[in-house]
């Protein structure tokens, strides 16, 4: 809360309190309510529109590690970038793990997308790519402690992934289920991930701006993930008829009605 | 070389020219030539030059896991990134390895200077901060291909290494062992980076403007690390009077005349 002069004059929050207002806004916005997730875990999506999705959403996931190596970059305390570096080793990979970009990849390919496709972002969506560059920008931009709070959307990652996992299973059976290791993946890592990324949140925001700014930092993200699935949505589901559909949607398009 | 209508017009180097220009640069201005390193090697300098130093090359080393991070966020190549990002873990440390930083502290420690007082850069010179922040902000603004041909100065840091441990051992005996172990990972660490950032600039840099460009970040680099050296020499050798030195100076400070 700014006073007139422009200052964050607000009380520290506890630290229950700042916990509870950060979960706040993850209940309330986090894309798991998008209707293109309602959608796709009540199994009304299509082989196209659920490659829509995928051809898409990798372009977010091809952006993640640019995404914390700046936050690497604008980090100055060693014992926290050697703990965040695992973030891009566990999304580029190493020798130990083909890493989630790859994993992106083969889920795309167990939808029928091809790999080039996928890698040229051929089905890019611009409002996707606007989203994308808007949290990697983001991360560039703000404070590292901000940047870090911006991924606690994390602490409500697993849910989705373990729903979207049982709705794959169920209704979308034809996708292998090797297609399936990044959402597996992701059901270890994001607990992880998110309880660090809270410690970093709280430690290191003590004031009540930092602490205003670290909430809205997760809002930011949820409305960025939620962007991003809008225009996944208008393009494949409500508005299959777009300028920016690939030629093949008469083919393939069976929008829900 | 630029035309009149300032595009470079040069046929491309062909690979071997390419690398025996870029090595030129190395075998001219590579800072091992420099008047502090030869005075280091023959024994010349005393316990407080030596801690004056190392205590303004540790700022060098704590950017370094900097300088990669902003490299890896503006390369979009995976399978260079998951190669590159293996700096940031020699330098950082991970679960196998203390990393670097740790080891030049140790270093640092080795010569007497205290843990703290090296963390908190109260001996850094401006000239060594400026010199080092215009390498970091080099790598941040330059393609990711002209930054990482920047790191080309390792093709010539072995040498300079092995002769840096002989001379150690020599005339510096009371440096314990332990305290070199920096200087050890680096004579297998540096060929494997130089190595791969060869490939890496021989590769992406086919046009003869890249090419210049590849020569000219290496000899901007050899500059940079002229540069630092200048500064303790100037502070530490030939003025132990300047005002930016500590005040423990008088105690220790016996500069070769």
């Not at 891009?88 to 083909?98: K, N, P, T, V």
């Not at 992106?104 to 790999?115: C, D, F, I, K, Y």
């Not at 169920?170 to 297609?179: L, R, S």
Request: glycine share 6%; with cysteine.
């Amino acid at each position: 809360m700014k006073s007139s002069s422009g200052h964050f004059n607000g009380r520290p929050w506890s630290e229950s309190e700042f916990i509870a207002r950060l979960r706040a806004v993850g209940n309330q916005s986090y894309h798991d309510k998008h209707p293109f997730h309602v959608l796709m875990n009540e199994g009304g999506l299509n082989r196209h529109q659920l490659q829509g999705w995928a051809a898409n959403r990798f372009y977010y996931q091809t952006q993640i590690p640019i995404k914390d190596a700046v936050i690497l970059a604008n980090c100055p305390e060693r014992d926290i970038r050697r703990v965040w570096i695992q973030r891009i080793l566990d999304h580029d990979g190493s020798d130990r793990d083909i890493g989630g970009i790859e994993k992106w990849l083969r889920l795309g390919e167990a939808t029928g997308l091809g790999r080039q496709e996928m890698l040229s972002h051929s089905r890019l969506l611009p409002g996707v790519r606007y989203a994308v560059d808007a949290y990697v920008n983001f991360c560039r931009r703000q404070p590292w402690v901000i940047a870090m709070a911006s991924s606690l959307t994390e602490l409500f990652a697993p849910d989705l992934m373990s729903k979207r996992i049982a709705a794959f299973r169920k209704h979308y059976p034809w996708v292998a289920a090797k297609g399936l290791r990044y959402f597996r993946g992701r059901l270890r890592q994001a607990p992880r991930d998110a309880d660090f990324a809270l410690r970093v949140t709280l430690e290191h925001c003590q004031s009540r701006e930092m602490q205003e700014r670290a909430v809205a930092a997760l809002k930011f993200k949820c409305e960025l993930l939620w962007a991003v699935l809008d225009a996944i949505h208008l393009a494949y589901v409500l508005s299959p008829s777009q300028p920016h559909e690939p030629s093949c949607q008469h083919d393939q398009a069976k929008p829900r009605q």
